[in-house]
């Protein structure tokens, strides 16, 4: 018989995957807006506005792309540690204490020693 399926997420919170997605969705949105910066002017350092205002936005997208990720990540560690605290107040079913004696059963039911072997 094999065991049930054990979840390797806790339940997710809708919070952190709608800021990161509204992040991600102004990183990608704000540079295809082409009348915000299809201006010549404020030339910067001799080059016009609508070039540094694209290279700008290279660096503001990585940062909220990071944002997103370190906010994924935080959730994600979350959810794992909510399976690993349920996890550890309930015990798995074993055979017959096999896996805490140093023994392992086989398929037959029969027991090896797991010290005799090495």
């Given at each position: 018989m094999s065991e049930p399926d054990m979840p390797t997420r806790g339940?997710?919170?809708p919070v952190p995957y709608v800021i990161a997605g509204i992040l991600i969705a102004i990183a990608i949105i704000m540079p295809l807006i082409v009348p915000l910066y299809a201006f010549a002017e404020p030339?910067?350092?001799g080059m016009p506005f609508f070039y540094w205002y694209q290279l700008l936005w290279v660096f503001i997208a990585s940062g909220l792309l990071g944002i997103a990720y370190l906010i994924m990540r935080k959730e994600d560690r979350r959810r794992r540690e909510a399976v690993r605290g349920a996890g550890?107040?309930?015990t798995l079913p074993t055979d017959a204490g096999s896996?805490?004696?140093g023994t392992v059963a086989d398929a037959s039911?029969?027991?090896d020693?797991?010290?005799g072997d090495r």
């Open positions: 339940p997710a919170r030339s910067l350092w550890a107040a309930t896996r805490r004696s039911g029969t027991a020693d797991e010290e």
